[in-house]
């Protein structure tokens, strides 16, 4: 190995060719950097673009169907329960598929029962567990649901 890293002779012209190199390296590659995180943004803003046609294309045909009398008269039937002078409807109350109902429930009795705890015992064990409780949840109420952020 020695003798073969001996064998090479650097000249001027070699060690200026091997030096522009180098600097052309060190120029180069954050030019290239930027051009792909350029491509990466263009890529999303193109992405980005194609969903706001999809959206404006559906919310024309949507007006579009807002203007046919027909589909405005089926609306109001739907939505409102608008119906035709004459016409009797007929709305079902207890419409839920069978795994949705509620499932029976105890007949709630009508006597008064005591308890046999102690409430102000249960209410100080409850305190001291709440004080002593390693994980805190995170507070919810009156904390804005964070909204889509928009993509630069």
Not at 17 to 32: C, E, K, R, S, W
Not at 130 to 147: C, F, I, K, M, N
């Amino acid at each position: 190995m020695r003798e073969w890293l001996g064998g090479i002779r650097l000249s001027g012209f070699m060690v200026i060719m091997l030096g522009l190199v180098v600097l052309a390296a060190f120029v180069l590659v954050p030019t290239i950097g930027t051009y792909v995180d350029q491509r990466q943004q263009i890529a999303a803003l193109e992405a980005a673009v194609q969903l706001s046609r999809e959206q404006v294309e559906e919310l024309e045909s949507q007006r579009e169907r807002w203007n046919d009398p027909a589909y405005i008269t089926t609306q109001a039937r739907e939505r409102l329960y608008y119906v035709k002078p004459g016409e009797v409807i007929y709305l079902v109350d207890d419409d839920l598929p069978p795994e949705l109902e509620p499932q029976e429930q105890a007949p709630v009795s009508e006597d008064v029962e005591q308890t046999r705890t102690d409430w102000m015992s249960q209410l100080v064990r409850s305190v001291t567990e709440a004080g002593l409780a390693q994980t805190v949840a995170p507070v919810t109420v009156g904390v804005p649901d964070p909204g889509p952020t928009p993509t630069p």
